[in-house]
């Protein structure tokens, strides 16, 4: 397989329609969009192509309608504020696709947008269907996925309409959170440091495994870290952990040992009996049996900070503790980084100004390129 057909920017494009894949997925809540980060991510590279005179049929998702029309799903919202974004005609298609769609959208002057409403409301778009797929693709002449987020599932917006559309390519938001991660696991300036967060070791073993073969240290934080404190036999009261762990764990610290891969993990916490509550910062043989490890201690964020300032190219994915409440996200909130979707709403609660080579939005892909996998979105751009 070759090399990723990114988008040229010199190519000519004025009158073309232009179907754009992007991920739009922003929380929403009563009909308000609560953090614009993912939209305003995207607008640069829209304006270049209403400055190219290109006609712009936008694909995007929110939430998992599982192929029904779901009303707060809509992304009438979205469409709203692209409307006052973009200094030009901004319409919304809320219809089907059947014979009469590509005539409609013929209509689109060059310049002109178009967004179509939530593509999960049909049900053969995460089918990945094949005649949905060509009704998608014939409404362009040109399909560039910049939504890296969703590259990882074969669905009919970023999987099966490439083979219905004369040209594809990825877009520049794609190629950036690909340049990223490649920092890290191929182009990389060693020694590297991955921060792995998050409440499951489960989803994030082959991540890890496969970390361990090209990087200098992984850091392990949040609740995940807690069954590495059960492996060592520590005490960790009502604090979240997973069942059947330990194989998984020692397989981890052995892998560790063959590729001279330093595994830490935090010797102190913030703990306290409820979600809601204040913390305690103690040393990990202090824990009682009714408190609650909720993040990690001052002692660990010293020692995170140095081994920080000690890599030249550093990984953060996962938050380091229970960062909804402010009480226990001051771990998450010094170290700082590169992400992932929940690593993205952490950083945004923060009042500070955090700063990144990269921020990356993309969550599942994200991790799923970085195990290696060859995502279905990206094989077909190739």
Excluded at 6 to 22: A, C, S, V
Excluded at 82 to 103: H, I, M, P, Q, S
Excluded at 106 to 129: A, C, Y
Excluded at 276 to 282: L, M
Aim: aromatic share 8%; charged share 25%.
């Amino acid at each position: 397989m070759g090399e990723i057909n990114f988008f040229p920017d010199d190519l000519e494009i004025k009158d073309q329609k232009i179907i754009l894949r992007l991920d739009l997925n922003v929380p929403i809540k009563d009909k308000v969009i609560k953090d614009d980060t993912r939209i305003t991510l995207c607008l640069p590279f829209i304006n270049r192509l209403i400055e190219k005179k290109a006609k712009i049929i936008i694909i995007s998702h929110l939430g998992r309608p599982k192929g029904i029309n779901v009303p707060d799903l809509s992304l009438i919202p979205i469409y709203k504020y692209l409307k006052d974004a973009l200094k030009t005609n901004v319409y919304f298609f809320r219809g089907t696709f059947d014979g009469e769609t590509k005539e409609k959208f013929s209509h689109l002057k060059g310049g002109e947008v178009i967004l179509i409403e939530n593509i999960r409301f049909f049900k053969e778009e995460t089918e990945d269907g094949q005649d949905f797929s060509k009704k998608l693709g014939e409404l362009g002449d040109i399909y560039i996925n910049d939504a890296f987020s969703c590259s990882h599932r074969k669905q009919a917006s970023v999987h099966s309409i490439t083979k219905f559309v004369k040209k594809s390519y990825a877009g520049p938001l794609l190629k950036k959170e690909i340049t990223a991660i490649n920092l890290v696991i191929k182009n990389k300036k060693e020694p590297v440091t991955c921060i792995i967060g998050g409440s499951k070791i489960s989803t994030k073993i082959n991540v890890i495994t496969n970390l361990i073969k090209k990087v200098n240290n992984i850091v392990i934080v949040g609740a995940m870290a807690n069954n590495f404190f059960v492996h060592k036999n520590l005490k960790v009261g009502k604090s979240l952990i997973e069942k059947n762990t330990k194989e998984i764990i020692a397989n981890i610290y052995k892998k560790a040992e063959e590729y001279n891969c330093k595994i830490l993990i935090p010797e102190d916490c913030m703990v306290g009996t409820d979600f809601e509550g204040t913390g305690k910062n103690k040393n990990l043989d202090e824990i009682q049996e009714n408190e609650i490890i909720l993040d990690i201690g001052f002692n660990t964020i010293t020692n995170i900070q140095k081994k920080i300032n000690e890599s030249n190219t550093v990984l953060w994915n996962g938050p380091a503790g229970y960062f909804e409440n402010d009480n226990f996200s001051i771990g998450t909130m010094l170290i700082s980084i590169l992400g992932g979707g929940d690593t993205l709403a952490a950083i945004n609660k923060s009042n500070d100004k955090l700063t990144f080579s990269h921020l990356s939005t993309a969550g599942g892909a994200f991790l799923e390129y970085l195990e290696g996998k060859d995502l279905p979105g990206i094989s077909v751009l190739k």
